[in-house]
């Protein structure tokens, strides 16, 4: 009897301590669940969208973009923006963020696409998609800010060319950032940080075209390159990066490195930035004399955000294209070509599609010039991971779009690393890029 009862005692002990070791793992669980993943990612997508950063004091309050916004009928300067004018360079509109009487006028032709005060209307109902209007109690637009959204977003056109349901981390090849620089009245700021004439600053920033953008100008002040062309890179997509080790085209660090750089030193939020690699006067003479790498704000409305935004984009994936894009035998034939014969996964290993490990590269070793390497700390390009290529096709290939297609791309490397693949392969390769 007494060794039944004690028997009972330590089951009962041993059955309460392992309820209470599963309720705690349980527990455990649950919370990695809820605060890591559906709370980061919530907060990291709302970063994404809708934050500026402070950027406000910069784009409103330098620049005074608002003012050319609204322009001067409405107490701004110029002709005004139109929708018509911002669609035109490359500035989208998340139709679901409309009211629906903006919605059923815009369906009845009733908007005026052509007046800036029906921008004033979409800038109110936070439709610009990157843009976000700052507005006095009496409705007049007093400011303006940027979000990572403007370049590293489009959308699906549903409603319209331009106009349709968010599609983020996509590519903004449309976009046309210098133009939209370029409307600002007052570039004071910008001049006087790369030490140029306001004529200068236009020139270089209306020489970037759709879809281009030049982080690197802000520390080296260079516009342009030994041939004469823009030294601006192309937009990239924000998505299919998690498991990527460095980023940007010239591999400058991780994502978060980069978000808190882009945030604090080109979107001109408020923050803190710390990169001493940024004092190298010859290579970054801007940078050097502004001490970007120190950058200290007064209030810092960056940092606190660079978790749940890291998150956030680790969780994009590269979007699939339609089956009815590409040719799917060509592209199983040039899948074993890409592996193999063509060596191109040497470099870009599946299924990330660059190299598990420090993914940079030599200017010669990819066989093309070093301009845009020799502007960066470790002077080489990263491979570029190669999910999603089919959705940033518009602008061409490699950091400055100097391939116009996928093919050029290929041909490039046959005669580069003496590939001698037919011009039948090549494209089976093309295939097989598009599909990805
Ligand atoms: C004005 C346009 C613009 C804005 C706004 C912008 N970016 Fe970018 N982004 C770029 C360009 C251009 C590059 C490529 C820079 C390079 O490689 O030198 C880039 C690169 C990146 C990359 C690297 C992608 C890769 O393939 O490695 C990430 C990630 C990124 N941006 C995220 C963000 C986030 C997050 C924000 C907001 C904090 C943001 N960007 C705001 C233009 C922009
Ligand atoms: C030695 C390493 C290496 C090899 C081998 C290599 N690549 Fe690349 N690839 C790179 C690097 C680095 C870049 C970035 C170049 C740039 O942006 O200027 C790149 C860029 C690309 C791009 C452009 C992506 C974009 O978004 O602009 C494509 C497409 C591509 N490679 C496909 C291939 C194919 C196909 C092969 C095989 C025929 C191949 N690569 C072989 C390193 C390599």
Request: include cysteine; glycine fraction near 10%.
């Amino acid at each position: 009897m007494k060794n039944q009862s004690s028997f009972r005692k330590k089951l009962l002990y041993f059955s309460g301590i392992l309820i209470l070791g599963l309720s705690a793992a349980a527990f455990t669980i649950d919370s990695i669940n809820e605060n890591s993943h559906q709370r980061l990612f919530s907060q990291g997508r709302k970063i994404f969208r809708y934050d500026t950063f402070g950027s406000e004091e910069f784009w409103g309050g330098k620049l005074r973009l608002h003012d050319a916004i609204k322009g001067e009928k409405n107490g701004g300067v110029g002709p005004g923006v139109s929708p018509a004018t911002a669609l035109a360079v490359g500035l989208k509109v998340d139709v679901e963020e409309l009211s629906r009487a903006t919605l059923n006028a815009i369906k009845a032709g009733k908007v005026d696409l052509n007046d800036p005060n029906s921008t004033l209307v979409l800038l109110k109902e936070d439709a610009v998609i990157g843009v976000k209007g700052f507005f006095s109690k009496e409705g007049n637009l007093t400011s303006v800010g940027i979000q990572c959204a403007l370049c590293h977003s489009t959308v699906d056109n549903s409603l319209t060319t331009g106009i349709g349901r968010r599609l983020d981390g996509w590519a903004n090849r449309d976009l046309n950032v210098g133009a939209v620089i370029n409307l600002s009245p007052d570039l004071t700021v910008v001049n006087d940080l790369l030490g140029v004439s306001d004529e200068t600053t236009r020139k270089v920033v209306l020489a970037w075209g759709p879809g281009k953008f030049d982080a690197i100008l802000f520390l080296d002040g260079k516009g342009f390159r030994p041939d004469g062309k823009t030294a601006a890179t192309l937009l990239p997509p924000a998505f299919g990066l998690a498991g990527v080790n460095l980023h940007t085209y010239t591999g400058w660090g991780s994502v978060t490195y980069w978000n808190a750089f882009v945030a604090n030193l080109e979107m001109h939020g408020q923050g803190t930035f710390f990169d001493p690699r940024l004092d190298d006067a010859q290579k970054f003479p801007v940078a050097a004399r502004a001490r970007l790498g120190h950058t200290k704000a007064a209030k810092d409305l960056i940092t606190s955000k660079l978790a749940a935004l890291h998150h956030y984009q680790l969780s994009l994936p590269a979007p699939k294209p339609s089956k009815q894009t590409y040719d799917e035998i060509a592209a199983a034939r040039g899948q074993k070509l890409f592996n193999e014969k063509a060596k191109c996964a040497t470099c870009h290993v599946p299924p990330l599609y660059t190299e598990p490990g420090w993914n940079m590269h030599t200017a010669e070793a990819i066989g093309i010039d070093d301009f845009q390497a020799k502007r960066s700390p470790d002077e080489r390009y990263r491979t570029t991971p190669l999910k999603g290529l089919w959705s940033h096709q518009k602008g061409g290939f490699y950091h400055d779009g100097r391939f116009a297609d996928l093919k050029a791309v290929v041909d490039h490397y046959n005669g580069h690393l003496k590939l001698g693949l037919s011009s039948a392969e090549s494209e089976d390769i093309v295939q097989f890029l598009k599909s990805l």
